[in-house]
């Protein structure tokens, strides 16, 4: 590494964007809104909530597949995948195992039953299994969520930017809500899966760039490799059964498969995407091509990390006092490498921005789904014309985008954006995925059932945030270094030759309720499923189970079928526990093949 350039941690000051990179930056954001524009000319004369929050049920498979890949690979990835491999080791690119687990259970267990219920909004499943009440429940969990999702994801990215860049903050907070906004309202879910496509491509790239640049500054990548592994930086495969351990091979096949599977087997934003194919086989398509694509995204920021600890393995930026947080790590690599290329750094936030962008848009269009077709439709506006019913979900879109302007505040306290975020759904969409889990694999499950195991699900896991957050239990984290850097240029330290090297001493883990506090926040997702199935069932006994028979077999997953198809039918049929499954189809679709659910429930034996 050639210490005689003007790095950062030699002279004391970071690189800002001058003109061409805002240019860069604006392109970006012109070329989504204007996406929107030619989706609300084209469609003009449809007036339908199917076209417009479903892409009229016709969208090609790849679209749909980048789209997928796009709504929860967000900023959040891209700032606190490199900041995760810097502060603790490449652990977390054995998240593959849990995209596996995840695709498997998204394509082949939930999506296929809700998709053949030709559903809007996933929550109306719960009140078909269940109760009305149980759907609202749902509905009002997934947009509180939502909202809180996509305020991390707005502020989060600008505030890191603008401490490193000199980017507005709330000029880029405004100016990207602001687009998400209007190319959603007006151009519905087409426009949001073509901008989603585009953004993909534009974060793909934008990590490539970086990975390169950064890989020669360092005088290869196989040297900034060797570096890492010096420091502990590279590390797979750990194996611990210790539930505290922050990263493990279980953590993430058991508490990542659950976490992504809440994401792809039944969150609102994912599902509308599904929706938006023609058959159940294109969804399960879509979702098993987005799975290498999500590998890319997940292996180009782990690798930037390390090329990112090679970098600063001798100065630390955060010790330095050159940055306050981890989530300002990325841009301060990129402008330390990058900023003598003009542009190129306005290429690197436009790449940011994509990610916020594509989970903004995300969020206002599923969230505008669930009001109308929870809320509004079943309560205020019975009657309402499909004309008027797509106007209502643009206002939604517009309404939802001024909201997040005003509740991206609260963002701004929640720490570092990525475990803020999987912290978020461990608390909110895994005790979700833990509902549809009861409705769809235990037929004996009832609506007082779902209730308690929800509501108990959801209050544990908020009591266990909550706590680990007051508690300040910090995993540990790997050695750093400060001993290169120009400690003349700032008087706020004088530790001169400082070693962060007792760090390297082993860690105690807490036990008793701080043991608690400090579980891996992968592991919440696992707790949050089995407090909604456990009391959900032991309930559900209590006040009288459902008779399995008298279930609709449209929405019960027949589990066993799946995971073990060649099981003699017989035993298969044993195994519906008297769920009806061979009365469920009636005919199949000529021009898709796919069966055709019976309309009505079959009559009890």
Same mark, same amino acid.
């Given at each position: 590494m050639a210490d005689q350039k003007e790095y950062s941690y030699n002279t004391g000051r970071i690189a800002t964007f001058v003109i061409v990179d805002y240019v860069l930056f604006a392109l970006t954001l012109l070329v989504s809104a204007g996406i929107g524009v030619f989706y609300a000319i084209k469609d003009r004369n449809v007036k339908t909530t199917k076209s417009y929050l479903l892409a009229g049920g016709k969208m090609s498979v790849w679209p749909a597949a980048l789209s997928l890949v796009a709504s929860f690979m967000s900023a959040i990835t891209l700032l606190g995948t490199p900041a995760e491999v810097y502060n603790f080791d490449t652990m977390f690119m054995d998240m593959t195992m849990a995209y596996i687990v995840a695709m498997f259970l998204a394509a082949h267990v939930y999506m296929p039953i809700l998709y053949r219920l030709e559903l809007t909004s996933v929550y109306e499943y719960l009140e078909k299994r269940f109760c009305k009440g149980i759907r609202l429940l749902g509905s009002v969990v997934y947009c509180t969520m939502m909202i809180m999702y996509m305020s991390i994801v707005l502020f989060g990215p600008s505030l890191a930017l603008n401490a490193v860049t000199g980017f507005s903050l709330w000029g880029a907070v405004v100016t990207v809500g602001a687009v998400c906004t209007f190319y959603t309202s007006l151009g519905g879910m087409k426009a949001v899966m073509w901008t989603d496509s585009f953004q993909t491509l534009m974060m793909i790239a934008g990590l490539l760039v970086v990975l390169i640049k950064g890989s020669m500054e360092v005088g290869g990548f196989s040297n900034a490799w060797e570096i890492a592994s010096q420091n502990g930086r590279i590390k797979f495969g750990e194996a611990s059964f210790d539930p505290r351990v922050r990263h493990t091979v279980w953590?993430?096949?058991?508490?990542?498969?659950?976490?992504?599977?809440?994401?792809?087997?039944?969150?609102?934003?994912?599902?509308? /995407?599904?929706?938006?194919?023609?058959?159940?086989?294109?969804?399960?398509?879509?979702i098993w091509l987005n799975f290498p694509c999500l590998l890319i995204i997940l292996y180009l920021c782990g690798l930037i990390g390390v090329v990112m600890y090679a970098f600063y393995s001798k100065c630390d930026p955060i010790t330095f006092g050159l940055i306050t947080a981890s989530d300002q790590m990325v841009p301060l690599f990129v402008m330390d490498t990058l900023s003598h290329l003009p542009g190129i750094p306005g290429m690197f936030?436009?790449?940011?921005?994509?990610?916020?962008?594509?989970?903004?848009?995300?969020?206002?269009?599923?969230?505008?789904?669930?009001?109308?077709?929870?809320?509004? /439709?079943?309560?205020?506006?019975?009657? @309402?014309?499909?004309?008027?019913?797509?106007?209502?979900? /643009?206002?939604?879109?517009?309404?939802?985008?001024?909201?997040?302007?005003?509740?991206?505040?609260?963002?701004?306290?929640?720490?570092?954006?990525?475990?803020?975020?999987?912290?978020?759904?461990?608390?909110?969409?895994?005790? @979700?995925?833990?509902?549809?889990?009861?409705?769809?694999?235990?037929?004996?499950?009832?609506?007082?059932?779902? !209730?308690?195991?929800?509501?108990?699900?959801?209050?544990?896991?908020?009591?266990?945030?909550?706590?680990? !957050?007051?508690?300040?239990?910090?995993?540990?984290?790997?050695?750093?270094?400060?001993?290169?850097?120009?400690?003349?240029?700032?008087?706020?330290?004088?530790?001169?030759?400082?070693?962060?090297?007792?760090?390297?001493?082993?860690?105690?883990?807490? $036990?008793?309720?701080?043991?608690?506090?400090?579980?891996? !926040?992968?592991?919440?997702?696992?707790?949050?499923?089995?407090?909604?199935?456990?009391?959900?069932?032991?309930?559900?006994?209590? $006040?009288?189970?459902?008779?399995?028979?008298?279930?609709?077999?449209?929405?019960?997953?027949?589990?066993?079928?799946?995971?073990c198809p060649c099981l003699p039918q017989k035993i298969k049929e044993k195994l519906h526990f008297g769920v009806q499954h061979e009365n469920k189809y009636d005919t199949k679709d000529p021009e898709t093949n796919e069966p055709i659910l019976l309309s009505n429930n079959p009559k009890p034996e």
């Amino acid at each position: 590494m050639a210490d005689q350039k003007e790095y950062s941690y030699n002279t004391g000051r970071i690189a800002t964007f001058v003109i061409v990179d805002y240019v860069l930056f604006a392109l970006t954001l012109l070329v989504s809104a204007g996406i929107g524009v030619f989706y609300a000319i084209k469609d003009r004369n449809v007036k339908t909530t199917k076209s417009y929050l479903l892409a009229g049920g016709k969208m090609s498979v790849w679209p749909a597949a980048l789209s997928l890949v796009a709504s929860f690979m967000s900023a959040i990835t891209l700032l606190g995948t490199p900041a995760e491999v810097y502060n603790f080791d490449t652990m977390f690119m054995d998240m593959t195992m849990a995209y596996i687990v995840a695709m498997f259970l998204a394509a082949h267990v939930y999506m296929p039953i809700l998709y053949r219920l030709e559903l809007t909004s996933v929550y109306e499943y719960l009140e078909k299994r269940f109760c009305k009440g149980i759907r609202l429940l749902g509905s009002v969990v997934y947009c509180t969520m939502m909202i809180m999702y996509m305020s991390i994801v707005l502020f989060g990215p600008s505030l890191a930017l603008n401490a490193v860049t000199g980017f507005s903050l709330w000029g880029a907070v405004v100016t990207v809500g602001a687009v998400c906004t209007f190319y959603t309202s007006l151009g519905g879910m087409k426009a949001v899966m073509w901008t989603d496509s585009f953004q993909t491509l534009m974060m793909i790239a934008g990590l490539l760039v970086v990975l390169i640049k950064g890989s020669m500054e360092v005088g290869g990548f196989s040297n900034a490799w060797e570096i890492a592994s010096q420091n502990g930086r590279i590390k797979f495969g750990e194996a611990s059964f210790d539930p505290r351990v922050r990263h493990t091979v279980w953590g993430f096949i058991i508490g990542g498969g659950i976490l992504w599977t809440s994401i792809y087997g039944t969150n609102q934003a994912q599902a509308q /995407r599904m929706f938006s194919l023609p058959s159940v086989k294109k969804a399960q398509i879509a979702i098993w091509l987005n799975f290498p694509c999500l590998l890319i995204i997940l292996y180009l920021c782990g690798l930037i990390g390390v090329v990112m600890y090679a970098f600063y393995s001798k100065c630390d930026p955060i010790t330095f006092g050159l940055i306050t947080a981890s989530d300002q790590m990325v841009p301060l690599f990129v402008m330390d490498t990058l900023s003598h290329l003009p542009g190129i750094p306005g290429m690197f936030l436009a790449s940011i921005f994509s990610g916020t962008l594509s989970s903004v848009a995300t969020g206002m269009n599923s969230i505008s789904a669930v009001i109308l077709q929870d809320f509004l /439709r079943p309560f205020c506006l019975k009657d @309402m014309s499909e004309k008027m019913a797509t106007l209502v979900s /643009r206002l939604l879109a517009v309404f939802l985008g001024m909201l997040c302007l005003v509740t991206t505040y609260g963002a701004s306290k929640l720490g570092g954006i990525l475990q803020a975020a999987l912290a978020l759904y461990g608390c909110l969409s895994a005790p @979700m995925l833990g509902v549809f889990t009861l409705g769809m694999l235990f037929p004996w499950s009832n609506k007082w059932g779902a !209730y308690s195991g929800t509501l108990s699900s959801i209050a544990i896991m908020t009591w266990i945030s909550v706590s680990h !957050y007051e508690s300040k239990i910090k995993p540990p984290m790997s050695p750093i270094s400060v001993e290169q850097c120009n400690w003349n240029l700032t008087l706020e330290n004088s530790l001169g030759q400082y070693s962060l090297a007792n760090q390297t001493e082993e860690y105690v883990y807490p $036990t008793g309720l701080d043991g608690l506090y400090s579980l891996s !926040y992968l592991w919440y997702n696992v707790i949050a499923v089995l407090i909604v199935i456990i009391v959900g069932l032991i309930v559900s006994f209590i $006040t009288g189970f459902q008779d399995p028979k008298q279930v609709d077999p449209k929405l019960i997953c027949p589990i066993f079928d799946i995971l073990c198809p060649c099981l003699p039918q017989k035993i298969k049929e044993k195994l519906h526990f008297g769920v009806q499954h061979e009365n469920k189809y009636d005919t199949k679709d000529p021009e898709t093949n796919e069966p055709i659910l019976l309309s009505n429930n079959p009559k009890p034996e």
